[in-house]
C-alpha cells in the first residue's frame, strides 16, 4: 500500500519499493496440509457430550439472567422514584418552620428563599440517591453476567 | 468488503439450529488458513503454529455451543485464537527452552550474511523486521501475509484500523531509516525478493 501523504516522486518510489520488498520477502504461507486431519482427530477423541442439550441449557440461563436483570433494574427505578418523592414532601413540610427561623434575614421573601432552598437540597439528595441505586443496580448486573 | 457478520451468516443459522457439526465443517475451510497465519506471526515457528492453530480449533469446536452472537464469528474465533497464542507465548518463555528451533534460529541469526549482499535483500528485509517492536512486527508481518488488508488485519489482531495503518506507517518510516543507515536507501532498485 502506498502512502498517500508521501509528497516527492521520490519518497513514493521508495514506498513503493519497500512495499514491494515487504511483500516478497512474506508471501503468505502455505496451509499445512495434516492440519485439518489434525483438528479432526482430536474432535474424535473429545467425549461425547449432548452439544444440543448443552446449549439449550446456556441458552435457557441467559434468558433467565436477562430476567432477572430487567426485574432488578425496574425494582430500581421504582425505588429510586419513592424515595425521591418522600424525600420533596419532607423538604416541603420544612418550609414553614424554616421560612420562620429566615424572616429577620429575609423578611417577606423567607418563604421563597425557604422554598428554594428546600427545593435545591431535594434535588441534590434525589440525584445522590438515583446515581447511587443505579451505580448498585450496574454492578450487581456485572456480577450477574459474570457468574 | 463484506461484513464479518454477513459472511458468516451461513455458520451462525447452523450453530442456531444446533447444526455443530456443519456449523464448524465451514468454520473450519473458511479459517484454517487465516487462524494458521495468525498463530505464525505470533509464535515465529511453523510446527509450533501448527500446534496453536490445531489447538485453537479444537477449543473452538467444544466453545461453539456456548457462541451467542453477541459479537461476530470472525472477532469470536480470532479472539479465541490470541488468546490461545499469548497462553503459548507465556508458558515457550517461561520454559525458555532451547528448543530445535530456538537454536536453529540463532544459529540463523549468526550466521547472518552481509545484508550489503544483493542476493539476501529479503533476509535483511526479514532481519529489520524482526527488530520491529512485537505488535508493529505482527502488523506488518500479517499485512503481507493478508495480501495487504488493512482490514483483514485490523479483524485478525483486534485493533482499529486507523492504529494499523499508524503501525505501518511508522514500521515504514523505520524500515527505510535503517535501510539507509545499512547504505541499501535504494530500495526501488531491488530486484524481487521471493522465497
Redesign the interface.
Known sequence: ?I?KTATSSAES?????????????????A??SD??A??LA??AR?PAVD??A??RN??QE?RAAIAKLNQRYLRSCRDAVLVGACLLAALGLSIKPLSHGLAPFFANAAPMVAGFMALCVGVLCGAAILQDLFKDAGSEGLRGAKS | MEKPNERDADIVLRIEAGDLTGAFDLLMQRYESKLYRLCLTFLHDRALAQDAAQESLVRLWRALPRYDGRAALSTWVYAITRNWCLTCLASKRRTVSLSESYVQAEVDALAAPDVQDASDQGHALRQLVEELPETTRRIVTLFYFEEQSVAHVSELVGLAQGTIKTHLFRARAVLLARLESLGLAEIENWTQIGD
Open positions: 500500500m502512502d518510489v521508495r514506498q513503493a519499493g519497500l512495499n514491494a520488498a515487504l511483500a516478497g520477502a512474506f508471501p503468505p504461507p496451509t499445512p492440519l485439518r489434525g483438528v482430536a474432535i473429545e452439544w444440543q448443552q446449549r446456556l441458552q441467559h
